[in-house]
């Protein structure tokens, strides 16, 4: 009984010490060197395959992302994106440019849809809403938010001296 017992706890021992060894090998944690951007990315369950990623939500949602529509226009050169699929009802899409300040997320959302009212107009007539998310001096985020067929679209960009409401507003006109 006490073999037993004590091959149970070392065989235990052993394999959440691999299975822990292999996790920190595959993420690097414990390295002197920063996880690059892409690492942060893959870690946090994102992909640089958007194209897949957005027909995976397709077949999810069953709707046609070609109707909910993809911006067109980003305010800023695009260097990376990354997208996944967040709770089975969202598609998460980030871009980036090549300046740190240079990022952009456009969510689609086809459940639990906020309650908010429209209060500004596009050119194109579009009624949005758009508000600042966590005012404060180092790191507001300006969001606009449009409601159409039961799908909401979610663009957020950081706020600073490159990126204002109007660049928000172009992007949110570009959707087709």
Do not use: C, W
């Not at 957005?54 to 046609?64: G, H, M, Q, T």
Request: cysteine-free; charged content about 30%.
């Amino acid at each position: 009984m006490k073999k037993t017992f004590f091959l149970m706890i070392v065989t235990f021992i052993l394999f959440t010490t691999s299975a822990s060894i292999s996790v920190a090998q595959k993420y690097d944690f414990d390295s002197k060197e920063p996880m690059s951007v892409d690492e942060v990315y893959q870690v946090k369950g994102y992909t640089k395959n958007v194209d897949k990623v957005i027909n995976e939500f397709e077949k999810k949602i069953d709707k046609d992302i070609s109707i909910i529509s993809i911006p067109q226009k980003i305010p800023f050169e695009v260097t990376k994106r990354f997208a996944k699929i967040e709770k089975e009802s969202n598609l998460s899409i980030h871009y980036l440019g090549e300046d740190r300040k240079d990022i952009f997320q456009y969510t689609v959302n086809t459940e639990n849809l906020r309650d908010v009212e429209n209060n500004n107009k596009l050119s194109n007539g579009k009624e949005v809403f758009i508000d600042t998310v966590k005012p404060n001096k180092i790191h507001s985020i300006l969001e606009l938010v449009y409601k159409h067929q039961d799908i909401e679209y979610i663009m957020s960009i950081k706020i600073n001296e490159k990126y204002t409401k109007e660049n928000l507003m172009e992007t949110a006109e570009s959707l087709k």
